[in-house]
């Protein structure tokens, strides 16, 4: 049975950091692209950063410089280093794996977390 469980999540002011990690279990992680995706309340969920396999990043324009995703196959586990944090960053944030697509795109993922709440403020 695959698990992503996130974790991470709360509530920080603008131009702070917080760091995300999802454990995953119940399928060869390493074997997965994984992302990062969030979703603001009224808004669409949106991609936010994706790294293959291999460990290649991607991410999305709106979070470039600030967030950086990481992964560590030993552990199972995923990141997000997310740095000069905005009000605008304020979401829901959910992991998911893919098995063979690696980008931001929501249709390629397989499978998702439950998500953690990221509330960034003035």
């Known amino acids: 049975q695959v698990q992503l469980v996130e974790s991470g999540g709360g509530s920080v002011q603008a131009g702070g950091s917080l760091r995300l990690s999802c454990s995953a279990s119940g399928y060869t992680y390493r074997s997965y692209h994984m992302g990062w995706f969030r979703q603001a309340p009224g808004k669409e969920r949106e991609g936010v950063a994706a790294?293959?396999?291999?460990?290649?990043?991607t991410y999305a324009d709106s979070v470039k410089g600030r967030f950086t995703i990481s992964r560590d196959n030993a552990k199972n586990t995923l990141y997000l280093q997310m740095n000069s944090l905005k009000l605008e960053d304020t979401a829901i944030y959910y992991c998911?794996?893919?098995?063979w697509g690696g980008g931001l795109r929501i249709g390629d993922y397989n499978y998702w977390g439950q998500g953690t709440q990221v509330t960034v403020s003035s």
């Open positions: 998911a794996a893919s098995n």
């Open positions: 790294i293959s396999r291999a460990g290649n990043p």
